[in-house]
Nanobody, 119 residues
């Protein structure tokens, strides 16, 4: 059974940093891509950053490019989202998700972790 467990959310002041973790288990993810998504109250869920498990190719949304970094640890089967220069508009529930390549539908989701950035 696939499990994605996020951690690392919290309350931080604007300009601060947080690192989110997503521990993945239940299968081999070498043929998957992993994504971080976020959803703020009243807004549509948006993709923040994506990384392919094999090769480590990354993509970012324009809103976080240059501030956020997605990475992975193959030994720990964990994906990270390093968030720097946080802004109040980054406040959201952040979710980790997995999609099997080449199909890009995200089939597995974590429970989410709250990130709140105060001004």
């Amino acid at each position: 059974q696939v499990q994605l467990v996020e951690s690392g959310g919290g309350l931080v002041q604007a300009g601060g940093s947080l690192r989110l973790s997503c521990a993945a288990s239940g299968r081999t993810f070498s043929t998957y891509k992993m994504g971080w998504f976020r959803q703020a109250p009243g807004k549509v869920r948006e993709s923040v950053a994506v990384i392919t498990w094999s090769g480590g190719t990354t993509t970012y949304s324009d809103s976080v490019k240059g501030r956020f970094t997605i990475s992975k640890d193959n030994v720990k089967n964990t994906v990270y989202l390093e968030m720097n220069s946080l802004k109040p508009e980054d406040t959201a529930v952040y979710y980790c998700a997995a999609a099997r390549l080449p199909i890009s539908r995200y089939d597995y989701w974590g429970q989410g972790t709250q990130v709140t950035v105060s001004s």
